[in-house]
Structure formats: structure tokens, C-alpha cells
């Protein structure tokens, strides 16, 4: 089966500073990666998406970005943090097996913007 | 666009009590999978059962199973024999079969069990 890394667990940033969260995917090869942010009462919103190396799909607007370098790796960054991007960030990829359609989760990253 | 609607924010069973979460959704498509998704105070998303459009038969995974009714576009989840252990926040969640790409997510139902 595979597994989902994402780092660092915790961070706390003040306002202004950068942000860099990573998320490594073991098992699988051309995965289906994407980027989820939870924020209470909300439930789940999708940042960003990405098919292949390179290829990024942002749903929302905002100072976030995302990039693919390699296969099994996906990163998220601000250059400017705002107080608003407080919250829980998921990593998630597709599974070996992809006509099983479900996504398999990393453990998360709480992010507290000060 | 799709959207995927639970319209319970909370909900409380007693334990060995059987209790259903409700989730309805929006699409044009006709092929499309739909999963509900446990997430205990852990905070790591686990998969509890998949169903796809395609098929009529309900899915079950031992004490969960889930009445699929695609024409109403309702897809909800019954949690036989509670046990609390089953205290989690609940994500129900679409995704087109065609369409490689997004998986849409509902705001969830925060799950109390009652000892």
C-alpha cells in the first residue's frame, strides 16, 4: 500500500514570513496529487491539484502556491503569509490502483499564522 | 460544477444505536464515484466505503453501508451497532470518472457517540 509524508507537522509562522510544506508519496508511480486545506466549519477545500510533473491546477485564488518537481513530490508555499492561511493542510494522492477513484491521505500539517 | 451538500453539521447516536449521515450532491455526469471518509480527532482521513454510480447494489464494509439513490442524488451512510470508536467527523465526497482530476468534498458531520 502506500504512504503519504507530509512535513512539518506543526509549524508557526508570523505574518509576512514564507511557507514551505512537502509531501512525498512511497508505493505508487504517477499519481494524482492534490493539496487540501481545513479550516473549521468549512470541511475541505481543494487548493491545488496536479496530474504530472510541472502540471499545477489552482482552484482558489489566493497568495498560495504549489509546485510538482518530481513524480512523487508536491510542495506548497506562500512568499507572504496572511493570518487567513491559518489552518489544516492535507496532502492526498491517488492510489495505485486508479479506477478505484479514492484518494489517499497524509497526516497533515497544522499551520497557525501569527 | 459539482457540489456535494451534508446538511448536518452535528450528530448524536447512542452507542450500540444505529445512525445515518446524510450527503447529497449536484452533477450532469453519469459515471462518478462517491465515498464517505472518517476523520477521528487524529485528523487522518480514512476511507470507510466506496460506491460507484454504476452500480445499483448498495456498498457495505461490515457494520457501514450506504443507500445509494442516484436519481434523487442522495447518497447517505448508516453506522450499524455504534461503537465509539465511530466518533469522528464524517466527509462525504464526489468524484467524475471521466474526469481525472478533482475530488469534491462536503463540509461534514461532526459524529458524538453517547456512552
Known amino acids: 500500500s502506500q504512504t503519504i509524508h507530509q512535513w512539518p507537522a506543526t509549524l508557526v509562522q508570523p505574518v509576512g514570513s514564507p511557507l514551505s510544506l512537502e509531501c512525498t508519496v512511497e508505493?505508487?508511480?504517477?499519481?494524482?496529487l492534490y493539496w487540501y486545506r481545513q479550516a473549521a466549519g468549512r470541511g475541505l477545500q481543494l487548493l491545488f491539484y496536479?496530474?504530472?510533473?510541472?502540471?499545477i491546477s489552482s482552484e482558489v485564488p489566493q497568495n498560495l502556491s504549489a509546485s510538482r518537481p518530481q513524480d512523487r513530490q508536491f510542495i506548497l508555499s506562500s512568499k507572504k503569509l496572511l493570518l487567513s492561511d491559518s489552518g489544516f493542510y492535507l496532502c492526498?494522492?491517488?492510489?495505485?490502483?486508479?479506477?478505484?477513484?479514492?484518494?489517499?491521505f497524509g497526516e497533515g500539517s497544522r499551520l497557525t499564522v501569527l | 460544477a459539482q457540489t456535494v451538500t451534508q446538511s448536518q453539521p452535528e450528530m448524536s447516536v447512542q452507542e450500540a444505536e444505529t445512525v445515518t449521515l446524510s450527503c447529497t450532491y449536484d452533477t450532469s455526469e453519469s459515471d462518478y464515484y462517491l465515498f464517505w471518509y472518517k476523520q477521528p480527532p487524529s485528523r487522518q482521513m480514512i476511507l470507510v466505503i466506496r460506491q460507484e454510480a454504476y452500480k445499483q447494489q448498495n456498498a457495505t464494509e461490515n457494520r457501514f453501508s450506504v443507500n445509494f439513490q442516484k436519481a434523487a442524488k442522495s447518497f447517505s451512510l448508516k453506522i450499524s451497532d455504534s461503537q465509539l470508536g465511530d466518533a469522528a467527523m464524517y466527509f462525504c465526497a464526489y468524484r467524475s470518472q471521466n474526469r481525472d482530476d478533482k475530488i469534491i468534498f462536503g463540509k461534514g458531520t461532526r459524529l458524538h457517540i453517547l456512552p
Open positions: 492526498a494522492s491517488t492510489g495505485r490502483v486508479r479506477n478505484t477513484g479514492e484518494l489517499f
Open positions: 496536479s496530474v504530472g510533473i510541472g502540471q
Open positions: 508505493g505508487t508511480s504517477n499519481p494524482n
